[in-house]
């Protein structure tokens, strides 16, 4: 870790370093999400990075001329917006097939979906074992395994897929928001612990041993699918894709030009499509989690969507988003929530535990601090760009 602290206050990164950008496209949000296919979706992109959370992949004619040919494809499916973009003219099917894929996993994980798995799991809870599709008890048994390394440094997890209760009951990102009375989130805390999902490998069933319980896979399962969608598309032998699931980025392989992608990190403090620093990199897999990302405020004070699962209440612990580095994005995804849950100080005793992983953290104010390896790859924003 960058461990250049004073006074325990994160120091901001000092080195200064200059960033090429794309003209603004000057594009409006559309009112609904868009499903598109362009030769050049140069502009597509920009506009859609509005509607992104955390990470913004830039225009790609940074470095690469703007009349190379690319196609993509974008829908809204696992409740966010969805993009695949490739390089060269590929056939229509090919998106059929990726978007097909991603629509039997909206089947499986949308617990807001009549019949999905994971409603049926929360249906019934604390009645019966429910059968469920290998890969909800792939994820379900990943997501346990975060559950419980962030479990070691706390009495509760502080990843935990059985969060639904405490989800529905704030109701943060549905039109109905609101703070809950202290009784209300007592009871609903009872009813999260990771230790009552039973997952029977054998019988392919999932079972909920309270009634009440709900699983939410919010927190992993976008990337999840992106693995999934990067999977396929290597075995399609296509070498560069940037795959963007409501801001959970696959930068597959590396730019035609051979040059790594440049993503950009939301500045938690700017409007929307605002970057704080840039990440070069090539075959990476980069998810955000902010409290900016999805949230309300009342009084002045903002409640927003990472809940802690000690107190009931958002996580409050001087942390505006945690970006995290990775190979394979189930993890990196759980990750993301999972360190920006636990605080700095664990989270990074964490990560020190792990290989390959990397992270970017933005503080409340302001400040940046960074792993080893992060460093390395960031780039900071040239002034008035
Ligand atoms: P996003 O889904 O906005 O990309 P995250 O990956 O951090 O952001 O996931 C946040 C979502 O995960 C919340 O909206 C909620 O559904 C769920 N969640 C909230 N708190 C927790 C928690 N402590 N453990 C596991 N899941 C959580
Ligand atoms: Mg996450």
Not at 186 to 201: F, G, M, V, Y
Not at 344 to 349: P, T
Request: aromatic content about 8%; glycine content about 8%.
């Amino acid at each position: 870790m960058n461990s250049k602290t004073e006074g325990g206050k994160p120091p901001p990164l000092q080195s200064a370093f200059a960033l090429l950008r794309c003209p603004p496209c000057g594009g409006s949000t559309p009112a609904t999400p868009p499903k598109t296919e362009s030769q050049n979706p140069c502009h597509i992109q920009c506009t859609m990075r509005q509607l992104y959370a955390g990470l913004l992949v830039f225009c790609l004619c940074l470095t690469l001329s703007c009349v190379q040919k690319q196609t993509q494809r974008a829908d809204f499916v696992l409740g966010t917006i969805c993009s695949i973009r490739f390089f060269k003219e590929l056939k229509p099917e090919l998106f059929d097939e990726l978007f097909s894929r991603l629509y039997e996993l909206d089947d499986i994980f949308n617990m807001n979906k009549d019949n999905s798995d994971i409603d049926r799991i929360n249906k019934n809870a604390g009645i019966q074992a429910v059968p469920v599709k290998k890969e909800c008890i792939e994820l379900l048994s990943r997501a346990l395994y975060f559950s419980e390394i962030s479990s070691q440094s706390n009495g509760y997890a502080a990843f935990d897929p059985t969060i639904g209760p405490l989800v529905k009951l704030w109701g943060i990102g549905s039109d109905k928001p609101r703070i809950p009375s202290p009784d209300e989130i007592k009871e609903k805390l009872s009813l999260i612990n990771w230790r009552n999902i039973e997952i029977n490998q054998e019988e392919q069933t999932v079972f909920l041993t309270k009634k009440g319980m709900s699983l939410d896979l919010g927190a992993i399962a976008k990337g999840y699918a992106a693995d999934i969608i990067a999977e396929k598309i290597r075995e399609y032998g296509i070498e560069s894709a940037v795959i963007d699931l409501g801001g959970n980025i696959f930068a597959l392989g590396e730019k035609p030009d051979k040059n790594p992608y440049k993503i950009g990190i939301q500045n938690p403090l700017s409007p929307r499509g605002d970057y704080m620093v840039y990440v070069e990199t090539k075959n990476k897999t980069l998810v955000t989690s902010g409290s900016y990302e999805r949230f309300f405020e009342e009084n002045g004070v903002r409640y927003h969507h990472i809940l802690s699962t000690e107190t009931g209440y958002p996580v409050d612990n001087g942390l505006l988003s945690v970006t995290i580095i990775a190979e394979n994005s189930t993890d990196a995804d759980a990750l993301s929530t999972t360190i920006y849950a636990l605080g700095f100080e664990k989270g990074s005793a964490l990560l020190k535990t792990m290989s390959g992983i990397d992270a970017i953290f933005i503080f409340e104010d302001g400040s940046l601090r960074v792993t080893e390896g992060a460093e390395k790859i960031l780039g900071k924003k040239a002034k008035g760009s």
